[in-house]
C-alpha cells in the first residue's frame, strides 16, 4: 500500500506523460484501501483520471460526465495530503466545459492537472 504522499506523485507522473487510465488505478487504489473518510476523495480523483481517459480517446460525452461526477465528489471531500481540491476542480468543470463543444480528442499529457498546491498557496 502507497501512503498519500506516494500516490500523489505517482499519479501526477502518470497524468503527465499522458496515461491518465494509470493514474486512475493508482487512484483506485487508494480509494479502495485508504482511511473512510478519505474514500469520496480518491474516488473523486480517480474519476477524473478515468474521464480524462474517455476524453483523450474521443468519448468527450463520457468524459465530460466522468469530469463533472469527480469534481462533485472532490468538492464533498476533504482537502488533505497538499491537493488542490478546488484548482482540480476548477480544471475538471473547465474541461468538461469544453468536451461540450465538437472538438477532436484532448491531449492527455497536455491537459494533465496539478494535483499539488503550489508552496504557499492554502
Known amino acids: 500500500m502507497r501512503t498519500a504522499a506516494q ?3 505517482e499519479a501526477q507522473r502518470l497524468l503527465d506523460a499522458g496515461m491518465p487510465f494509470h493514474a486512475h488505478e493508482v487512484f483506485e487504489d487508494a480509494w479502495k484501501s485508504g482511511p473512510a473518510e478519505e474514500r469520496v476523495l480518491w474516488r473523486g480523483l480517480a474519476q477524473v483520471a478515468v474521464g480524462l481517459t474517455h476524453a483523450a480517446r474521443g468519448n468527450t460525452a463520457g468524459g465530460a460526465r466522468l469530469l ?19 484548482g482540480v476542480v476548477a480544471w475538471a468543470e473547465e474541461l468538461a466545459e469544453r468536451l461540450n463543444e465538437p472538438a477532436a480528442p484532448v491531449d492527455p499529457a497536455a491537459e494533465a492537472p496539478r494535483l499539488l498546491a503550489a508552496p504557499g498557496r492554502r
Open 7 to 9: 500516490t500523489l506523485e
Open 68 to 86: 463533472r461526477r469527480g469534481a462533485g465528489h472532490l468538492a464533498d471531500g476533504p482537502a488533505v495530503h497538499g491537493i488542490d481540491v478546488a
